[in-house]
Nanobody, 121 residues
Framework: QAQLVESGGGLVQVGGSLRLSCAASLRTFSRYAMGWFRQAPGKERELVAGTNSGGNAYYADSVKGRFTVSRDNAEKTLYLQMNRLEPDDTAVYYC???????????????WGQGTQVTVSS
């Protein structure tokens, strides 16, 4: 059975950094598009960063230059390095796996449990 397990969330001050990890028990991990979504109260779930099976990366405008998404296919792990964090980054962060890298959460087949990121001033 497929399972995505996230770690690395927590409480951090403005300007700080966190690194999120997602360990995926997917036999064909390298063939999946992988994305990081976030959802804050009262806001839609949005794709903040992702990578397709060819290694091409996408970043939302709000995080460009601050976040870096990467994947280790040998370890079947997805990462999100978050630098210069801002209060608007506060949200529950989810990793997701799907056939294609898209902006729509409903297109993805597997999801992690979510990890809380809180940025305080």
């Amino acid at each position: 059975q497929a399972q995505l397990v996230e770690s690395g969330g927590g409480l951090v001050q403005v300007g700080g950094s966190l690194r999120l990890s997602c360990a995926a028990s997917l036999r064909t991990f390298s063939r999946y598009a992988m994305g990081w979504f976030r959802q804050a109260p009262g806001k839609e779930r949005e794709l903040v960063a992702g990578t397709n099976s060819g290694g091409n990366a996408y970043y939302a405008d709000s995080v460009k230059g601050r976040f870096t998404v990467s994947r280790d296919n040998a370890e079947k792990t997805l990462y999100l390095q978050m630098n210069r964090l801002e209060p608007d980054d506060t949200a529950v962060y989810y990793c997701a796996a799907g056939r294609l890298l898209t902006f729509r959460a409903h297109d993805y087949d597997f999801w992690g449990q979510g990890t809380q990121v809180t940025v305080s001033s």
